[in-house]
């Protein structure tokens, strides 16, 4: 039997566990345009090889698009990237009027400034209820200091200290 869970409580409890901020974007095969969008779902899932993994909701127009390209870079945003976070998860036509970004070693839109970026190939794409589970294998990656861009019920935030252990 399927549990009822209802959404909005599903939601509502699940904005309990903090996600970092994360724009996966390509450059489309078709028009040469940098596209992207916005995923709280990106995770590391396996050293060995060197795999990500993010999901995606069935009714994102943008992922059709990125998928094109295969190769992706993810670029983890900074505290003081939320302009950059409303861009590329809006309707706008064109996302990266107001990003600034440059090239990755990959030729994908790593977005300047980002708190660190991954460089990947899609190489598995899964069923997982509404969305899809992307599997994508790391082709370059680098970070750099600086404090990370977090969603948290609802709201973008930034990382207090680390707490002494
Ligand atoms: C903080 C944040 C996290 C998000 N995480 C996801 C995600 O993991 N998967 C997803 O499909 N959409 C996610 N979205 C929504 C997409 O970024 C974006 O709004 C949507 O893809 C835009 O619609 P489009 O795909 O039709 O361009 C997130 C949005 C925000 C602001």
Same mark, same amino acid.
């Given at each position: 039997?399927?549990?009822?869970?209802?959404?909005?409580?599903?939601?509502?409890?699940?904005?309990?566990?903090?996600?970092?901020?994360?724009?996966?974007?390509?450059?489309?095969?078709?028009?040469?345009?940098?596209?992207?969008?916005?995923?709280?779902?990106?995770?590391?899932?396996?050293?060995?090889?060197?795999?990500?993994?993010?999901?995606?909701?069935?009714?994102?127009?943008?992922?059709?698009?990125?998928?094109?390209?295969?190769?992706?870079?993810?670029?983890?945003?900074?505290?003081?990237?939320?302009?950059?976070?409303?861009?590329?998860? #809006?309707?706008?036509?064109?996302?990266? @009027?107001? &990003?600034?970004?440059?090239?990755?070693?990959? !030729?994908? *839109?790593? +977005?300047?400034?980002?708190?660190?970026?991954?460089?990947?190939?899609?190489?598995?794409?899964?069923?997982? #209820?509404?969305?899809?589970?992307?599997? @994508?294998? &790391?082709?370059?990656?680098?970070?750099?200091? !600086?404090? *990370?861009? +977090?969603?948290?019920?609802?709201?973008?935030?930034?990382?207090?200290?680390?707490?002494?252990?």
């Amino acid at each position: 039997m399927t549990a009822m869970i209802e959404q909005t409580h599903y939601r509502t409890v699940m904005g309990h566990l903090p996600t970092g901020v994360v724009a996966v974007s390509a450059i489309l095969p078709d028009t040469a345009q940098p596209w992207g969008m916005i995923v709280g779902t990106f995770q590391s899932l396996s050293l060995g090889p060197a795999l990500v993994s993010f999901s995606v909701a069935h009714t994102s127009t943008s992922w059709p698009r990125l998928r094109t390209a295969g190769q992706l870079c993810a670029s983890v945003l900074g505290v003081g990237q939320k302009d950059v976070c409303k861009a590329l998860s #809006g309707k706008n036509p064109d996302k990266f @009027a107001y &990003v600034d970004w440059r090239l990755s070693p990959g !030729g994908s *839109p790593r +977005v300047t400034g980002a708190h660190a970026w991954i460089d990947c190939q899609v190489v598995h794409e899964f069923d997982g #209820g509404d969305h899809v589970i992307v599997v @994508a294998e &790391v082709t370059a990656m680098d970070g750099g200091d !600086g404090e *990370p861009l +977090v969603f948290h019920k609802g709201q973008l935030g930034g990382y207090r200290q680390p707490i002494a252990v």
